[in-house]
């Protein structure tokens, strides 16, 4: 199994061009989410995904969209690039939300993106 | 806002040494969880601890909980030049959706 998958692992843009980032995951999970990584912030989430056809706003998500057209795949969106948008982003996926169960996130490897 | 804050923000100790971070949170938790980031790739889980856990062991890692005083910590015992990561809090709730720390960097010296 690969697990989770990111493509493209790097991108430089300019101002307001656009771009989507693709995330696959092969272990069935329910759940899928985006975050945004920035120097000494942690991780922060911008949308998630409780199942095909659903997304929900995160912590930030302002300038992103999201599509959950398949149950493997979520894309993030970015439609008019800004320089603040420059960071690395990782996607993750969980099983559905069981009692007792280990509800961990499996991350990808991240994409570094970089605004000009 | 973040949720989790860890302490301290970086760590350097010998091979063998044990480290010690600690995590402090806001608001009711369902459950704890830590994860380690090595240096470029995406984040690993390492262990959960629920609200009504105090404590949990996994090999080498050992994780506390106190939800009186919204604090967790995770120790490392008998370091590795591998343990050479940053280690990250991350509380639930909801179970599914995490609210991450900053994290602390840990360095272990050969």
């Known amino acids: 199994n690969a697990g989770v998958t990111q493509t493209p692992k790097f991108r430089v843009l300019k101002t307001g061009q656009s771009m989507t980032l693709l995330c696959a995951q092969d272990?069935?999970?329910?759940?899928m989410y985006w975050y945004r990584q920035d120097p000494g912030m942690g991780l922060r989430l911008i949308h998630y995904?409780?199942?095909?056809?659903?997304?929900a706003k995160g912590e930030v998500p302002d300038g992103y969209n999201v599509s959950r057209l398949k149950k493997q795949n979520f894309l993030l969106g970015l439609e008019s690039a800004a320089p603040s948008q420059t960071s690395v982003y990782f996607c993750?996926?969980?099983?559905?939300?069981?009692?007792?169960?280990?509800?961990?996130?499996?991350f990808g490897p991240g994409t570094r993106l970089t605004v000009l | 806002s973040q949720q989790g804050e860890e302490d301290p923000q970086a760590l350097s100790i010998q091979e063998g040494e044990n480290a010690t971070m600690n995590c402090s949170y806001k608001?009711?938790?369902?459950?704890l969880q830590w994860y380690r980031q090595n240096s470029g790739r995406g984040l690993v889980h390492l262990i959960l601890?629920?609200?009504?856990?105090r404590e949990k062991h996994s090999g080498r890692l050992r994780v506390t909980l106190d939800t009186s005083k919204k604090s967790s910590s995770l120790l490392i015992t008998a370091s590795r030049a591998a343990d050479t990561a940053s280690y990250f809090c991350?509380?639930?709730?909801?179970?599914?959706?995490?609210?991450f720390g900053a994290g602390t960097t840990v360095t272990v010296r050969a």
């Open positions: 608001t009711s938790i369902n459950n």
């Open positions: 601890i629920r609200s009504n856990e």
């Open positions: 272990m069935n999970h329910e759940y």
């Open positions: 995904s409780v199942g095909e056809g659903t997304t």
């Open positions: 991350a509380t639930a709730f909801p179970d599914y959706k995490l609210s």
């Open positions: 993750a996926s969980s099983v559905r939300e069981r009692p007792n169960q280990r509800n961990e996130q499996f």
